[in-house]
Nanobody, 122 residues
Framework: QVQLVESGGGLVQAGGSLRLSCAAS????????MGWFRQAPEKEREFVAS????????SYADSVKGRFTISRDNAKNTVLLYMNSLKPEDTAVYYC???????????????WGQGTQVTVSS
């Protein structure tokens, strides 16, 4: 079992920045691929970014590429999502998730946090 708790969401103006954090506990953190997803009202949950177990491989959705950066600290059992140049269309609940292998689909991830709200005003 893996428990995930997100933090760092909030309200920011367009063009601003936020840093999301996900704290993991339970099963050894370094065994897991970690990902961030988001879900806007009345929309499907969608992939944002993922990072391999060692942190050496990352993947991003086209919509956030060049603006968002995912990183992890296996010693601290945390994964971060740095979000820059935020746009109103980035408004969503952001979820941290853990998987055994890298992927971009919701069903590939076994454990999920409760989510943190990010709101970007225009």
């Amino acid at each position: 079992q893996v428990q995930l708790v997100e933090s760092g969401g909030g309200l920011v103006q367009a063009g601003g920045s936020l840093r999301l954090s996900c704290a993991a506990s339970g099963r050894t953190f370094s065994w897991n691929v970690m990902g961030w997803f988001r879900q806007a009202p009345e929309k499907e949950r969608e992939f944002v970014a993922s990072i391999s177990k060692s942190g050496g491989r990352t993947s991003y959705a086209d919509s956030v590429k060049g603006r968002f950066t995912i990183s992890r600290d296996n010693a601290k059992n945390t994964v971060l999502l740095y979000m820059n140049s935020l746009k109103p269309e980035d408004t969503a609940v952001y979820y941290c998730a853990a998987a055994t292998s890298i992927g971009v689909w919701v069903q590939e991830y076994d454990y999920w946090g409760q989510g943190t709200q990010v709101t970007v005003s225009s």
